[in-house]
């Protein structure tokens, strides 16, 4: 009697889950997202889900979509070896249309703690553990060939990256999902618990998605690594990586209200567009320059 009443609790349970995933699907393909051209092959999409309807919590995503055609707009890498900052200037520095901050990096002393290649120089190697070993964040990269943008998933060998033919590269993660293959999280705080979340999701259409969660206020919660696993499967990506978090989350848009800064970054623990944190690198979309 106690072995039915065990399973069905089980099977209870599991269809509130199914359900619970089904509905905030729904809630995200309904959702009645802001949209404006950036610029060519460039859209930005904004919504804020504030009636606690997605993952029963308030949540303020905001977008790029790009086409990964090398045309138009096209994807570079800004970064510093040892100096940090905000995602703003990396922007405006390099002229670009838009940047979202990057990977892990020494919040003390600057620079990357992830192995960052930018135009076949390398600029920072990994810090591995006492052990020797990699961090999460060290087991994937975004690689750039000709403007195109693309996730490789480490090999297992010391010196992969150095290895990738592609002259830029940067190391970041923990990857989430490649080629509809979603990747095994542990439930280290860091997954499991919610905070502000930036990612990079790519769709089957030669397209790019720029993502900013933001969080760590009442207005939004932001979001677990399993929770934006699946945001990312329901926006049509079917390859996801996580990048550096938390205070770093910043989507800037040249142009654009409020110096540009999209998101609610949260490093001065305010609900406005000013928090923004001093990084070492971060993704740009630029205007292809004709020759």
Same mark, same amino acid.
């Given at each position: 009697?106690?072995? %039915?009443?065990? &399973? !069905?609790l089980?099977?209870?349970?599991?269809g =509130?889950?199914?359900? #619970?995933?089904?509905?905030d699907?729904? +809630?995200?393909?309904?959702?009645?997202?802001?949209?404006?051209?950036?610029a060519?092959?460039v859209?930005?999409?904004?919504?804020?889900?504030?009636?606690?309807n997605?993952?029963?919590?308030?949540?303020?995503?905001?977008?790029?979509?790009?086409?990964?055609?090398?045309r %138009?707009?096209? &994807? !570079?890498?800004g970064?510093?070896?040892?100096? =940090?900052i905000?995602? #703003?200037?990396?922007?405006?520095?390099? +002229?670009?249309?838009?940047?979202?901050?990057?990977?892990?990096?020494?919040?003390?002393?600057?620079?990357s703690?992830?192995?960052?290649?930018?135009?076949?120089?390398?600029?920072n190697?990994?810090?591995l553990?006492?052990?020797?070993?990699r961090?999460?964040?060290?087991?994937?990269a975004?690689?750039?060939?000709?403007g195109?943008?693309s996730?490789?998933?480490?090999?297992?060998?010391?010196?992969?990256?150095t290895?990738?033919?592609?002259?830029?590269?940067?190391?970041?993660?923990?990857?989430?999902?490649?080629?509809?293959?979603?990747?095994?999280l542990?439930?280290?705080?860091?997954?499991?618990?919610?905070?502000?979340?930036?990612?990079l999701?790519?769709k089957?259409?030669?397209?790019v998605?720029?993502?900013?969660?933001?969080?760590?206020?009442?207005?939004?919660?932001?979001?677990?690594?399993?929770?934006?696993?699946k945001?990312?499967?329901?926006?049509?990506?079917?390859?996801?990586?996580?990048?550096?978090?938390?205070?770093?989350?910043t989507?800037?848009?040249?142009?654009?209200?409020?110096?540009?800064?999209?998101?609610?970054?949260?490093?001065?623990?305010?609900?406005?567009?000013?928090?923004?944190?001093?990084?070492a690198?971060?993704?740009?979309?630029?205007?292809?320059?004709?020759?």
């Open positions: 009697m106690l072995k %039915k009443l065990f &399973f !069905a089980i099977l209870f349970t599991s =509130l889950s199914a359900f #619970s995933q089904s509905a699907s729904l +809630t995200v393909v309904k959702a009645k997202w802001q949209k404006n051209k950036i060519r092959q859209v930005l999409f904004r919504h804020h889900f504030d009636q606690k997605l993952f029963a919590a308030n949540e303020n995503i905001s977008f790029l979509e790009i086409k990964n055609t090398g %138009k707009a096209v &994807f !570079a890498i970064a510093e070896e040892k100096e =940090l905000t995602t #703003s200037n990396f922007g405006l520095r390099d +002229t670009a249309i838009a940047a979202v901050n990057g990977n892990f990096f020494d919040v003390k002393n600057g620079g703690v992830d192995f960052v290649r930018i135009n076949g120089q390398t600029i190697t990994n810090r553990d006492k052990n020797g070993n961090a999460r964040h060290q087991e994937a975004i690689v750039m060939d000709k195109k943008i996730i490789k998933k480490w090999d297992g060998s010391a010196d992969w990256e290895k990738l033919k592609e002259k830029n590269v940067f190391l970041n993660g923990p990857l989430l999902t490649l080629n509809n293959v979603d990747e095994t542990d439930t280290a705080g860091f997954n499991r618990l919610r905070h502000p979340r930036t990612c999701g790519i089957p259409n030669e397209r998605i720029l993502l900013t969660v933001d969080g760590r206020n009442e207005n939004s919660a932001g979001m677990s690594l399993f929770e934006l696993t945001l990312m499967r329901w926006l049509g990506c079917t390859s996801a990586i996580n990048f550096d978090g938390g205070g770093s989350t989507l800037w848009v040249s142009g654009m209200p409020d110096g540009g800064v999209i998101n609610y970054p949260t490093d001065n623990k305010k609900w406005d567009h000013e928090g923004q944190r001093k990084v690198n971060v993704i740009l979309v630029k205007k292809q320059v004709k020759r």
